[in-house]
């Protein structure tokens, strides 16, 4: 589950109600959510919740050890822009997600799961990271029970601790999100006998209120899946399991020359080169400081990669160049596909600018790409300009499909078109 590349956030579901009836009364609702913490099926969840930390834990404790300095530490959370931190930082996320696959099949041998997936050259590297975290945490487990807070076995009298944290929408409830999970963390704890600690927790129990839809659940992820790839963010940096998403509409095949004309700091090649190594993907942009994070990016996973398996340290089939979108260094029909994150003109550009840009940048990738199978799949929230563009176009590219997405809170659109 935490291989899943579209995915943010995960946790176990406790219990769902479909159509849970709040009363009224502010006082009344809330009693009737702390009722409910007696009643729900918490065994099989917190097993789930156990098993994945058995070892994510262990091996984040192990890694705070060596970390030098307090500073260094607050430097990894902010994915900021700094080079020796933020190596540690991906590491750190995909030593996680990895490792939980790694107690999943560690009870079978590992190549079968490995080939169930489809993508065969990939998994070869990630079958052997999962052999090495495996090594490591056999070697580790000596030293682990110290460290693994209470999570082992023996440790099980240490008290854990909590938080509740509540998401609600909605206007027709009487409470407030805060109040809700301060109620039904009071319940969670009268019975389990846990601590509430907000910063420093190990479980976090998520209530989930959307209208009369109520999902309790038990975070399994600590910080988002989607800062996987990206070491060094941009003003406008998209988030890596949107950028998947994207690729993956476009339908890749072994060989295709995949082009990002605006890539930014990289987000959607580095995710293409990394999830479909059989491609080539050519990145380009005009601004010169964003072809730079771009390359960083592009280092550090290649400094990922070594550090996996040292011995067969495998290049990445990705290019970054800065050039001109409305002029591109490419022959006419030599691209198979276009995928991009368009400038919304909010941060970056103007919607004034996009009136020119968008026709101008539709011609062109019109231009490069093959006539008949070539597809773009571009991402847009200035969308008026887009379908203005579009009609502009249509002799070149025919609209196949319109996905509606939240890009931090703007309603865009990502359009898939095939080239006529």
């Not at 994915?79 to 190596?87: F, K, M, P, T, V």
């Not at 090594?135 to 440790?155: F, H, M, R």
């Not at 910080?223 to 993956?248: C, D, K, Q, V, W």
């Not at 800065?322 to 103007?350: A, E, H, Y």
Request: hydrophobic share 35%; proline share 4%.
């Amino acid at each position: 589950v935490h291989r899943l590349r579209s995915v943010d956030n995960l946790f176990v579901v406790v219990e769902e109600f479909k159509d849970y009836q709040f009363k009224e009364n502010k006082e009344d609702a809330l009693k009737d959510l702390e009722g409910l913490v007696k009643k729900l099926p918490w065994t099989d969840p917190l097993k789930v919740w156990e098993l994945n930390n058995s070892l994510k834990k262990k091996k984040t404790k192990r890694k705070k050890h060596n970390l030098q300095s307090p500073a260094s530490k607050e430097k990894l959370n902010d994915g900021g822009e700094e080079g020796g931190a933020d190596q540690k930082d991906t590491n750190d996320q995909e030593d996680c997600a990895q490792n939980i696959v790694g107690v999943a099949s560690s009870q079978d041998t590992e190549k079968p799961q490995g080939v169930a997936s489809q993508n065969g050259g990939e998994e070869e590297e990630e079958d052997n990271e999962q052999l090495n975290a495996r090594d490591e945490v056999q070697a580790s487990s000596g030293s682990s029970t110290k460290a693994g807070d209470g999570q082992t076995a023996e440790g099980e009298a240490k008290v854990l601790k909590f938080r509740v944290t509540c998401n609600r929408a909605g206007d027709k409830h009487s409470f407030t999100s805060n109040e809700a999970a301060r109620d039904f963390g009071g319940a969670v704890q009268e019975h389990f006998q846990w601590k509430a600690d907000m910063t420093n927790f190990d479980v976090e129990v998520l209530l989930n209120i959307h209208n009369n839809e109520v999902v309790v659940g038990i975070a399994l992820t600590e910080e988002s899946l989607h800062r996987r790839n990206i070491t060094h963010f941009g003003p406008t940096t998209l988030r890596s399991t949107l950028a998947y998403g994207m690729l993956r509409l476009c339908d890749p095949q072994p060989t295709d020359i995949i082009v990002d004309p605006m890539c930014g700091t990289g987000a959607i090649p580095i995710e293409g080169a990394a999830e479909w190594p059989g491609c080539y993907h050519i990145a380009g942009d005009n601004n010169p400081q964003a072809v730079k994070r771009a390359a960083n990016n592009i280092c550090s996973l290649l400094r990922k990669n070594e550090s996996k398996d040292s011995s067969t340290a495998l290049g990445v089939p990705l290019d970054i160049i800065q050039w001109d979108i409305c002029n591109l260094p490419l022959r006419p029909g030599s691209v198979d596909i276009v995928v991009t994150d368009m400038p919304f003109g909010k941060r970056i550009g103007s919607k004034k600018k996009n009136w020119d840009l968008y026709p101008a940048c539709l011609m062109e990738m019109g231009r490069i790409c093959t006539p008949g199978t070539g597809r773009a799949v571009l991402l847009t929230q200035d969308k008026k300009c887009f379908a203005k563009a579009l009609s502009r176009v249509g002799h070149i590219w025919r609209r196949a499909q319109t996905v509606w997405v939240n890009v931090g809170g703007l309603h865009a659109a990502v359009y898939l078109l095939r080239r006529t």
